[in-house]
T-cell receptor, first 116, second 113 residues
Framework: GAVVSQHPSRVICKSGTSVKIECRSL??????MFWYRQFPKQSLMLMAT?????????EQGVEKDKFLINHASLTLSTLTVTSAHPEDSSFYIC????????????FGPGTRLTVL | GQQLNQSPQSMFIQEGEDVSMNCTSS?????WLWYKQDPGEGPVLLIA?????ELTSNGRLTAQFGITRKDSFLNISASIPSDVGIYFC?????????????FGKGTTLSVSS
């Protein structure tokens, strides 16, 4: 099946710093990627939809100036958590839509962010 | 945001038993998907359903897309210890195929040998 990678797999940072997370589709082109956040023992909550070459669409309640998304190519989307705070600590997961595979979405392995 | 109603929330079963979980929604869905998530990892697609009434199997897993397009179930037969994990249903609202998925809250499965 299609493979999606995320980097880094885990990151620990100090409060106030910015963290960039990369999401790559390794063997297919993804015009659309999605960013989710998952808190412990909870489901995945969509943060934003990232479209290649255009601005991301953010879900209600998600600050676009805090969670910067860039989808610069058909295989790469990045999420930057700016001025991170402890409450931003979470598991961030991306997914990529393979339009050649009936629009199925394939998920990355996730990035564990811990803000001290 | 909108979520699907997934039940049960958790299940504790013996190895070899069959398992059933389901998802319902007040909205009509275009696609139903079932995922499994192991701790610290991303969800892995198990079964995808695209037509109302569709019944699809993947090994010991069977899932169906409800006729009303508002529900789906997943069955696991003869469970084994590696079935342990969290199972999520996910759907795409009709008619916007290819849009973001809406997830259920998950069913945590524990299997004792």
């Amino acid at each position: 099946g299609a493979v999606v990678s995320q980097h880094p797999s885990r990151v620990i940072c100090k409060s106030g710093t910015s963290v960039k997370i990369e999401c790559r589709s390794l063997d297919f082109q993804a015009t659309t990627m999605f960013w989710y956040r998952q808190f412990p023992k909870q489901s995945l909550m969509l943060m934003a939809t990232s479209n290649e070459g255009s601005k991301a669409t953010y879900e209600q309640g998600v600050e676009k100036d805090k969670f910067l998304i860039n989808h610069a190519s058909l295989t790469l989307s990045t999420l930057t958590v700016t001025s991170a705070h402890p409450e931003d600590s979470s598991f961030y997961i991306c997914s990529a839509r393979d339009r050649l595979a009936r629009n199925e979405q394939f998920f990355g392995p996730g990035t564990r962010l811990t803000v001290l | 945001g909108q979520q699907l109603n997934q039940s049960p929330q958790s299940m504790f079963i013996q190895e070899g038993e069959d398992v059933s979980m389901n998802c319902t929604s007040s909205s009509i869905f275009n696609t139903w998907l079932w995922y499994k998530q192991d701790p610290g990892e991303g969800p892995v697609l198990l079964i995808a359903l695209y037509k109302a009434g569709e019944l699809t199997s993947n090994g010991r897993l069977t899932a169906q897309f409800g006729i009303t397009r508002k529900d789906s179930f997943l069955n696991i037969s003869a469970s084994i210890p590696s079935d342990v994990g969290i199972y999520f249903c996910a759907g795409q609202l009709a008619p916007q195929a290819g849009t973001a998925l809406i997830f259920g809250k998950g069913t945590t499965l524990s299997v004792s040998s």
